[in-house]
């Protein structure tokens, strides 16, 4: 897996990930607190460990994602409070994380959701099911920690791809190279992944009914609003913006709802020790004003388990990861089984090989090694064992050997076909 990044993109659309230093004082928000009315609590932030937010706008286009593209219906009736944390006495909702000081809140969000997705549809409630952000900060084109990133991007990555567990790729809560990744997620042999998203309320103010029954149907949903001064200081309460100026744009975990106090329950990622242990309850009416709560709002469909991964094959010498001698054969071979893939138009084929001599993309039509990464486009069709190179390597050192495919030309490799292998020359 390789991860791409477009830099001249990116700084044309960075958002502020760093709250900035906390220039209100206490009394000022406590004030305002008072004087609207507001039924939030505020305390001091602790100033050794600055909120981070990090949730930048999507620029990328995903057609057929919405409510209606998808045909999801709402329920007809729905409870007047939810909560995932407690259904019939079973929670479904991981534990709080923190970001620590790193603008991964995007990449917190959408994996809150995707944890509580595999908990409802695996039966297992109660559950710490930790899966790794760092493989979105590191390996994905969805964000990173000092630019941000976007929900729908981090969706469709998880979608194509998948993510293993933490312990696969341990939070690093800074940039690091995707190549720390353990190599069996390469394959992703246990990664978890959905078979589709939706954006629920996609730059729009959301129907609360709607917004509430795609809750209560899909579970819990990564939500994005903007974060003013104030919310730095909430320690409890139902919360609504009071004072202070525009930081940023932040990415959480929508979990509950209750209709008595008109309020929803929100999931953090500033650890146990921020708000109400790690959550916020945030009225009904900060989705129509200037905290544009839950206008944007991404759903997951479907659990992938990693029992049911279908991925390319790919060999060296018959086997996974071989040793050689300089100048001893080698034969690569791969092959592909393209079930339940999109089949329209055509596909970004990517193999490559990475090495002491540096990265080159095989070129299906001349059968050599041209410089770079370079995409092969041709239609997908079955692939039985097909060999793509025989030949020597004349450089001692580890090699290692890649076969993916973009099926939609997005930059994201599908990780359901996706594969690599090791070879060591000495």
Same mark, same amino acid.
């Given at each position: 897996m390789r991860k791409i990044t477009f830099a001249l993109w990116m700084l044309m659309f960075v958002c502020v990930v760093p709250s900035p230093a906390f220039a209100l004082e206490l009394s000022t928000v406590q004030d305002a607190i008072n004087q609207s009315g507001a039924r939030w609590k505020a305390k001091m932030p602790d100033k050794?460990?600055?909120?981070?937010?990090?949730?930048?706008?999507?620029?990328?286009?995903?057609?057929?994602?919405?409510?209606?593209?998808?045909?999801?219906?709402?329920?007809?009736?729905?409870?007047?409070?939810?909560?995932?944390?407690?259904?019939?006495?079973?929670?479904?909702?991981?534990?709080?994380?923190?970001?620590?000081?790193?603008?991964?809140?995007w990449a917190f969000s959408v994996v809150g959701a995707l944890e509580s997705l595999a908990l409802i549809a695996l039966d297992m409630p109660g559950a710490d099911l930790d899966l790794s952000e760092q493989t979105l900060v590191s390996c994905s084109i969805a964000g990173n920690?000092?630019? &941000?990133?976007?929900?729908?991007?981090?969706?469709?990555?998880?979608?194509?791809? &998948?993510l293993p567990k933490e312990d696969c790729y341990p939070y690093q809560a800074?940039?690091?190279?995707?190549?720390?990744?353990?190599?069996?997620?390469?394959?992703?042999?246990?990664?978890?992944?959905?078979?589709?998203?939706?954006?629920i309320s996609k730059d729009a103010v959301p129907d609360l009914n709607v917004l509430k029954s795609m809750l209560v149907t899909l579970g819990p949903l990564s939500v994005a609003f903007e974060v003013y001064e104030d919310f730095d200081y909430y320690k409890s309460g139902i919360y609504s913006y009071t004072s202070g100026s525009n930081t940023?744009?932040?990415?959480?975990?929508?979990?509950?709802?209750?209709?008595?106090?008109?309020?929803?329950?929100?999931?953090?990622?500033?650890?146990?020790?921020?708000?109400?242990?790690?959550?916020?309850?945030?009225?009904?009416?900060?989705?129509?004003?200037?905290?544009?709560?839950?206008?944007?709002?991404?759903?997951?469909?479907?659990?992938?388990?990693?029992?049911?991964?279908?991925?390319?094959g790919i060999t060296?010498?018959?086997?996974?990861?071989?040793?050689?001698?300089?100048?001893?054969?080698?034969?690569?071979?791969?092959?592909?089984?393209?079930?339940?893939?999109?089949?329209?138009?055509?596909?970004?084929?990517?193999?490559?090989r990475t090495g002491p001599d540096g990265t080159f993309s095989y070129d299906v039509s001349t059968f050599t090694w041209e410089k770079g990464l370079n995409p092969i486009h041709l239609p997908v069709f079955r692939l039985s064992t097909y060999?793509?190179?025989?030949?020597?390597?004349?450089?001692?050192?580890?090699y290692q050997f890649h076969f993916a495919i973009d099926d939609n030309?997005?930059?994201?490799?599908?990780?359901?076909?996706?594969?690599?292998l090791d070879v060591n020359v000495f």
């Open positions: 050794t460990n600055p909120m981070r937010l990090g949730l930048r706008p999507g620029v990328k286009s995903y057609p057929g994602h919405s409510l209606q593209d998808m045909r999801l219906s709402t329920a007809g009736s729905i409870p007047s409070h939810f909560d995932w944390r407690d259904v019939d006495g079973k929670n479904y909702v991981t534990p709080v994380r923190d970001q620590g000081q790193c603008g991964s809140c920690c000092i630019d &941000g990133g976007e929900l729908d991007t981090t969706a469709e990555y998880i979608r194509k791809s &998948g800074y940039d690091t190279e995707c190549g720390l990744i353990c190599k069996e997620s390469l394959g992703f042999y246990s990664s978890y992944n959905v078979k589709n998203w939706v954006n940023g744009g932040h990415g959480v975990v929508l979990v509950g709802y209750d209709d008595r106090e008109g309020y929803f329950i929100v999931k953090n990622s500033w650890g146990v020790n921020w708000g109400e242990g790690g959550y916020f309850r945030i009225a009904y009416s900060q989705v129509k004003n200037v905290v544009k709560f839950a206008n944007d709002t991404i759903g997951l469909t479907g659990l992938a388990a990693p029992e049911n991964r279908i991925f390319p060296a010498n018959g086997g996974r990861d071989i040793m050689v001698k300089i100048d001893d054969s080698i034969n690569i071979a791969v092959s592909l089984d393209p079930v339940n893939q999109p089949q329209e138009g055509t596909v970004d084929w990517w193999i490559w060999t793509i190179w025989n030949g020597t390597l004349s450089t001692a050192g580890k030309d997005d930059g994201i490799f599908d990780g359901t076909w996706q594969g690599d």
